[in-house]
């Protein structure tokens, strides 16, 4: 199991396995959930009872992901968790030695099993969703899931992390030096500026196009971290309807916008998915 540290505030102590539960060294304990994730949450960390996304956008990011409409983007991202786990296979000491794997923000943990699926052990995905924490929990028990606020301290301890993830989730990247080994990886996706373009143009009666991915490097960089790589990755895909009503929802874009009654006479559309994809390492 991956090792987590205890939230209780000023403790900080490793967590054990103890029972069903989890233990810390000055007595704090943590049940497991029945459906196998672990709630580390604590009353300060959240702002609302339901915190974390929505569940209709959980369970409709689940939908579209369980369509397969992510694989192209999986297998376009094997080949730099490829060369992010590189350093710390190289320099293990023993095949037990596993690479210690983040995934922040994992969602509903499609993207875990799929990128990390032999690394069971020593992977851990953190979200804020109870719902998709559960799913995530279900669907790849093997894995170490746990409730957390990502925004507040991260339960995990000091450099200790060799490869962390961020798939279109939070990036708090001061938590995020901080329990990086030196030389260790951070791989980080956010939407591209055409992602989805032709919904938000039909939606909005404008397609706003922002790229994100310079003011990323830029703040990674002030924070310990040496750029290394960027790629865009772009797929046309065409959508059927039920496909476009969980896009939207996935995104906010329906809720937010309230402009869904504009698709409603669209059975089908050509849209366009993009991600800004970047590479950095935790200078020594």
């Not at 609302?48 to 376009?76: E, M, P, T, Y």
């Not at 093997?142 to 989730?169: K, M, Q, Y």
């Not at 939207?248 to 366009?272: D, I, N």
Request: glycine share 6%.
């Amino acid at each position: 199991m991956f090792k987590l540290r205890c939230t209780v505030r000023n403790c900080h102590a490793t967590l054990q396995r103890h029972g069903k539960g989890l233990t810390c060294s000055r007595g704090h304990h943590f049940d497991r959930a029945k459906e196998g994730y672990w709630s580390l949450i604590q009353p300060q960390d959240r702002k609302s009872s339901k915190a974390g996304d929505a569940d209709a956008a959980v369970l409709a990011r689940h939908r579209w992901l369980q369509r397969g409409n992510a694989n192209a983007f999986i297998k376009f991202l094997k080949p730099w968790v490829t060369q992010a786990l590189a350093y710390s296979l190289s320099n293990s000491t023993s095949d037990s030695n596993a690479p210690r794997i983040l995934d922040l923000g994992c969602g509903e943990g499609s993207f875990g099993p799929s990128l990390f699926g032999e690394y069971a052990n020593s992977y851990c995905g953190i979200d804020l969703s109870k719902r998709a924490v559960r799913l995530a929990a279900r669907g790849w028990p093997e894995a170490t899931w746990v409730l957390a606020n990502a925004d507040r301290t991260l339960p995990i301890h000091d450099e200790s992390v060799d490869c962390a993830v961020s798939l279109f989730g939070r990036r708090p990247v001061s938590e995020l030096a901080r329990i990086s080994k030196p030389e260790g990886k951070c791989i980080i996706a956010v939407p591209a500026e055409d992602d989805l373009i032709e919904l938000r143009e039909k939606t909005q009666n404008a397609g706003h196009r922002r790229s994100r991915w310079e003011t990323i490097v830029t703040e990674f960089n002030s924070s310990g971290y040496q750029f290394l790589q960027h790629q865009l990755w772009s797929q046309q895909m065409n959508l059927e309807r039920e496909a476009i009503t969980d896009a939207l929802a996935m995104t906010y874009r329906a809720v937010r916008y309230s402009q869904q009654a504009k698709l409603e006479s669209v059975s089908e559309m050509q849209v366009t998915l993009a991600a800004d994809v970047l590479l950095f390492a935790r200078t020594t």
